[in-house]
């Protein structure tokens, strides 16, 4: 159901009959009650064009609007606004065919596109920090929702598997123990100590580095325990996101490793068009108005971030065929991107129609506002945060009800995980983000328990009813108005949502419907003794259907509900 589009048209329909030539112009919502549903102010804008007093136009288009169907009244308001208000019985039939719909009336686009998400692109031998929470979670609720709304979605997480570091690695294990049979579980301990014998021995950095160009030149022993390495380290990976519960898998890795191939070709096709220029013995390609070139390959002949991002965009463009790709990745990165898009269509590795993004968020801070930090000052491990979220659910839904030790794991995952995910969508993501256990675990506000809540409450509504849901809707007030409006412009909003790659559009939009839906409960009770039957009728579909929409949206945040809480 676009409901934007249904009202527009019948408003272009008025423009064709009053024999104004139209501009596509959309209504918005109206921003009090008393303006109506929606407002069009196209009357306005178009003044200029003809020339004509807005007020003029806006009544000549009043004259050809139909309000039979869609639309039931419309006011002329202000300097040539119309305020307009949907037909309540339009709005109870769309609300049942949607209710019955399994996409709840959400159309799968016409023509889906394909689109690469890249996302979380942790690195190896290190563990994965809350640096990589917000791209795996912003990331993956990308890639879920224009899943559902049609569109051909290629995750791609670029994992960093390729530099210097490896050969560190190598080294501290051929030191410590010859045979290389050594337990890796504690990868990162071994990273620090690796890097503390690099740091203090020239002899030990030295070996590093030859170690480097083994690696680089294939020397298939050092190639086997890079693969150890990467092995391990992506297990942990694996581990995070089973946690969290996020679609990501093996075959959606392309590592930084999967391009070593081409990036020998990248810098001569880039030599072909004419945009190297040699510069301190480095290969770099300087754009018109940037200070900075971007270096594509250093003096000693090693290649760098861009160069690989250079091929992974050539890939994608050319042979996944991608026609918009989507860099879920921390805003520091910005110039960067800017830069590697610059030279990716002035090179022609990416067709200049092909839509190039990044999908840039803040820094996840602490309560103290600084970045977000262990109590002693180190790096938050993902795991353990993740895991003091399902203990911390655990203290909040224990004092709620009793329950047994296994529901109550149970529970406590699902609302652990859901608040910390919410807690990072629900932000505009561009801002910086103040990580707070209370306030993401709050049971009020705009929070996932807040949302996973209000269905548990419709939820119990059915289990006290569980007859025949045949009947219609039907709109006895102005909140059952308000409420059937809000649950047909989910598509709307799931629409501009993936536009602007907006999670938190999504949850604006939950957050308002679902404390809509518990003003409307508490206002007409639905099963209490007196109600007639066809309005417990009405308000159980309508109840039913914000179920279904919640449960949705929530689902492509990759949020889970309960029935019960
Ligand atoms: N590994 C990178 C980092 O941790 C993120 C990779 C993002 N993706 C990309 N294609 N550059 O900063």
Not at 454 to 460: F, P, T
Not at 554 to 560: F, P, V, Y
């Amino acid at each position: 159901m676009k409901l934007k589009l249904q009202i527009n048209n019948v408003i272009k329909e008025a423009f064709s009959k009053a024999g104004i030539e139209d501009e596509p112009m959309s209504v918005s919502e109206a921003t009090k009650p008393e303006f109506g549903d929606f407002q069009f102010n196209g009357a306005m804008a178009l003044s200029k064009k003809l020339g004509k007093n807005p007020r003029e136009i806006a009544t000549q288009l009043m004259e050809n609007l139909d309000l039979t169907v869609v639309l039931a009244k419309a006011e002329i308001a202000g300097p040539g606004f119309i305020n307009l208000w949907l037909n309540p019985f339009w709005l109870a039939s769309q609300c049942e065919l949607a209710r019955k719909d399994s996409r709840l009336g959400v159309e799968a686009r016409e023509t889906p596109i394909k689109v690469v998400v890249d996302y979380s692109g942790p690195n190896m031998a290190k563990q994965m920090h809350v640096g990589h929470l917000r791209s795996t979670i912003i990331g993956d609720t990308l890639a879920n929702l224009l899943t559902y709304l049609g569109d051909e979605v290629i995750r791609q997480n670029h994992i960093g598997d390729w530099g210097t570091q490896f050969g560190m690695l190598i080294a501290y294990l051929e030191e410590i123990h010859e045979d290389g049979a050594v337990s890796l579980k504690d990868l990162e301990q071994f990273y620090k100590d690796a890097k503390g014998r690099f740091d203090e021995d020239e002899g030990f950095a030295n070996k590093a580095r030859e170690y480097v160009v083994k690696i680089q030149s294939g020397d298939s022993h050092c190639l086997e325990l890079w693969q150890k390495f990467i092995d391990i380290s992506l297990g942990h990976c694996e581990e995070v996101y089973e946690k969290l519960g996020v679609n990501l898998t093996r075959e959606d890795v392309r590592a930084e490793s999967f391009y070593n191939d081409d990036l020998s070709s990248v810098i001569s096709d880039l030599d072909a068009k004419g945009l190297l220029t040699q510069s301190d013995g480095a290969q770099c390609v300087f754009l018109e108005g940037d200070e900075v070139p971007v270096i594509v390959q250093k003096g000693d002949g090693g290649y760098l971030y861009a160069t690989t991002d250079l091929a992974a965009l050539r890939y994608r463009a050319q042979t996944l065929g991608a026609q918009r790709i989507s860099y879920v990745v921390d805003a520091r990165q910005g110039g960067h991107f800017k830069q590697v898009f610059r030279v990716a269509k002035e090179a022609g590795f990416v067709p200049q129609d092909v839509k190039l993004e990044h999908i840039a968020f803040g820094t996840m801070m602490g309560k103290d506002g600084k970045p977000f930090k262990t109590r002693e000052g180190g790096t938050v491990k993902l795991i353990e945060l993740l895991d003091e979220a399902v203990v911390k659910a655990k203290e909040t839904i224990n004092d709620k009800e009793s329950y047994s030790e296994e529901e109550l794991e149970a529970l406590a995952k699902i609302i652990g995980i859901g608040a910390v995910k919410y807690a990072d969508l629900a932000i505009n993501r561009e801002s910086n983000y103040i990580f707070n256990w209370d306030k993401m675990l709050s049971f009020e506000g705009n929070t996932s328990l807040y949302m996973q809540y209000a269905y548990a409450r419709i939820q119990s509504i059915f289990r006290k009813y569980d007859g025949p849901m045949e009947g219609d809707i039907i709109i006895g007030d102005a909140l059952e108005h308000r409420l059937s409006t809000m649950l047909l412009r989910f598509e709307d909003v799931l629409n501009r949502a993936a536009v602007d790659a907006a999670p938190n559009q999504i949850t604006t939009y939950l957050y308002e419907l679902a404390t809509l839906f518990m003003r409307f409960y508490e206002q007409n009770p639905i099963l209490k003794e007196g109600v007639d039957e066809a309005t417990k009728m009405s308000r159980l579909l309508l109840a039913d259907l914000t179920a279904k929409t919640i449960q949705q949206g929530l689902d492509i945040l990759g949020i889970e509900t309960v029935d019960k809480l």
